[in-house]
């Protein structure tokens, strides 16, 4: 079976996206075709078409997570300034995503190097931490797809650290511009015990609109209470090659008291070019930090990003 997932991290448009996708079937008609296949035609054909492609050129996490074959691999460079100290510094990352076909088609190797997780993907860091490489932990592991059906997937992934981690998502069409995707996490990392939930708004204004409404709650056992953000992300597309999110999110604790921890204005503007697997990304932001006890803070950045990203290689 010819596997698509290349196609559908191209920044190509969706329209000859999935015109690809039906030409490389029309000789194999009785093959499955892969899970984020079916979901991303099911989705793109009769509901919110701008999700698809947005999702699928800036990378979003369920195009990766949600993908029950095929490889990725992406390499990150990012060279970022921040307010705090006044001062350039260099971050490298690779998350990896390696099909073992001798094995199973449900097995994958998984490497990631990444910060900690928010709440809410679009919010910030504490001040500095995104530049600071001693915060970015490596992981080594192997996640194995239990589930996959057009609207719904499980998986579990183990790790090295160790940790492991129980992930359930689930979309449905609320109607044909808007579609809502609903997502928990249960893990354990090292003698921290944890579970995330959230809930993603997807709405097709155009074309070339969409607009997400994103929520979180998490809950850890090394917290008191309750860390949770709430954001929305606005995506404009400008041609097969370039396209621009604007974010603006909020999240914070409900104990000791509930107040604003972090909050953030941001644009990113990314670009494919020279190579089909070559990206660059500008991105500048705006966050405001303040804790239980501190006055709330300000912090300029921008952030820019050379990545290279392969997939079924």
């Not at 054909?45 to 492609?53: I, L």
């Not at 953030?264 to 503007?269: E, F, K, N, Q, R």
């Amino acid at each position: 079976m010819k596997l698509l997932i290349s196609s559908l991290l191209l920044p190509l448009s969706s329209s000859h996206l999935f015109a690809q996708e039906e030409n490389d079937n029309a000789g194999n008609e009785n093959a499955p075709a892969p899970f984020i296949d079916k979901t991303y035609h099911y989705l793109n054909s009769t509901f919110s078409r701008p999700a698809v492609w947005f999702d699928t050129f800036f990378v979003d996490d369920r195009v990766d997570e949600d993908a029950s074959a095929g490889t990725i691999v992406r390499w990150y460079n990012d060279l970022s300034w921040h307010q705090a100290d006044n001062n350039w510094g260099y971050t490298s990352r690779l998350n990896a995503r390696l099909y073992l076909p001798k094995v199973s088609r449900k097995l994958k190797l998984v490497f990631e190097s990444d910060d900690e997780e928010e709440p809410l993907n679009a919010l910030p860091q504490s001040k500095g931490e995104e530049q600071n490489t001693e915060q970015i932990h490596s992981e080594l592991g192997l996640r194995y797809d239990i589930y996959a059906e057009p609207r719904s997937s499980f998986n579990i992934k183990v790790t090295l650290r160790p940790s492991i981690e129980a992930r359930y998502r689930y979309s449905y069409p609320l109607s044909t511009q808007t579609v809502g995707h609903f997502t928990q996490k249960l893990y354990q990392k090292n003698s921290i015990t944890g579970e995330s939930s959230e809930l993603d708004l997807d709405h097709s204004l155009s074309a070339k609109f969409l607009l997400r409404w994103s929520n979180s709650v998490k809950w850890e056992t090394d917290i008191e209470g309750l860390k949770m953000g709430s954001g929305l992300t606005l995506y404009q597309y400008i041609s097969p090659r370039r396209a621009i999110n604007y974010k603006a999110g909020i999240s914070g604790p409900n104990k000791p008291y509930h107040y604003i921890e972090h909050s953030l204005l941001s644009v990113t503007y990314r670009q494919n070019i020279l190579r089909k697997w070559l990206f660059y990304e500008i991105k500048p932001e705006i966050n405001w930090h303040k804790t239980a006890h501190s006055k709330r803070q300000e912090e300029k950045s921008i952030t820019l990003r050379l990545e290279v990203l392969f997939s079924n290689i």
